[in-house]
Nanobody, 115 residues
Framework: QVQLVESGGGLVQPGGSLRLSCVAS????????MSWYRQAQGKGRELVAT????????DYVDSVKGRFTISRANAKNTVYLQMNGLKTEGTAVYYC????????WGQGTQDTVSA
């Protein structure tokens, strides 16, 4: 059974940091290019960052470039998103999936950036 479980979100002040984790099960993580997505309230899901199968970050949405870092640990079946310099517009539910959104979406993890 394929499952993606995101964690690490929370409430943080502007300028703060969070590190998100996504644990994958039911498929071989190294076979897939993985991505982080986010969905703010009332908006569509947005692709935030993508990483190749072997750990090269290849794409970030312009609004997070220089502040967010995607990484992965294939041996741990885990994908990470380090978020620094958080802004209020970063408030959203964050999800991981492969680069095509192939797998069933997990519950996501809520990140709230507020003073």
């Amino acid at each position: 059974q394929v499952q993606l479980v995101e964690s690490g979100g929370g409430l943080v002040q502007p300028g703060g940091s969070l590190r998100l984790s996504c644990v994958a099960s039911g498929f071989t993580l190294i076979s897939y290019r993985m991505s982080w997505y986010r969905q703010a309230q009332g908006k569509g899901r947005e692709l935030v960052a993508t990483i190749t199968r072997y750990g090269v970050a290849i794409d970030y949405v312009d609004s997070v470039k220089g502040r967010f870092t995607i990484s992965r640990a294939n041996a741990k079946n885990t994908v990470y998103l380090q978020m620094n310099g958080l802004k209020t517009e970063g408030t959203a539910v964050y999800y991981c999936n492969d680069n095509s959104g192939t797998f069933p979406w997990g519950q996501g993890t809520q990140d709230t950036v507020s003073a």
